[in-house]
């Protein structure tokens, strides 16, 4: 994923947004809300000035492991074709962004940070003032543009952590590509 700093990265985190960066997105809602096998599923970046990490998180009921993995390929793919972002949506997200604003910079620690960020990622001074009408100006089409460049399922490495006689079999049909298994320590291992 591009840098935190891209021009295009407030139409990037809106798009995480509505799939899976807030409680009311698309993953959590089905895993947690309709199917009930989560007590809470989110995707997210981790800042970064070069390529960063897209992640998803979803720690899920032991037997509904591969049913999970199987609904979250599925949101990303519909999100990706049939299902894309709605105008409804992105409302949500742009109201609920600038409504935090206030209070995501109240602090002198937030403020400070807010200026540690802007000199990381090559941001003008007057970013976190501008960020109204950044979100406001935001369009439908910058979150098609940004589903097209970070969600690609095909590149997704699935690093799924449990009870090994449990979902070995669950997951096996699942051509999630090549398995490897590992210990706590991070060692390969038959």
Do not use: C
Request: glycine residues 6%.
């Amino acid at each position: 994923m591009p840098s935190s700093g891209v021009k295009n990265n407030i139409a990037i985190e809106a798009m995480n947004d509505i799939l899976g960066g807030t409680f009311t997105a698309r993953i959590n809602m089905n895993l947690r809300e309709d199917k009930h096998w989560s007590y809470g599923a989110f995707s997210f970046f981790k800042d970064a000035r070069g390529q960063r990490p897209f992640m998803i998180y979803a720690p899920v009921q032991s037997d509904k492991t591969a049913d999970s993995l199987k609904e979250i390929i599925n949101e990303l793919n519909q999100f990706i074709s049939d299902k894309p972002a709605t105008q409804q949506e992105m409302q949500k997200t742009i109201d609920n962004n600038i409504n935090r604003l206030p209070g995501a910079y109240e602090t002198n620690r937030a403020v400070l940070q807010s200026l540690l960020d802007n000199e990381r990622f090559n941001r003008p001074d007057n970013y976190v003032p501008e960020l109204t009408g950044l979100y406001k100006n935001l369009q439908l089409a910058d979150i098609k543009n940004a589903t097209s460049q970070i969600v690609k399922p095909e590149n997704f490495t699935w690093m799924i952590v449990g009870d090994r006689e449990e979902i070995v079999n669950q997951i096996k049909g699942l051509d999630l590509g090549k398995v490897i298994f590992m210990n706590s320590d991070g060692d390969i291992i038959d």
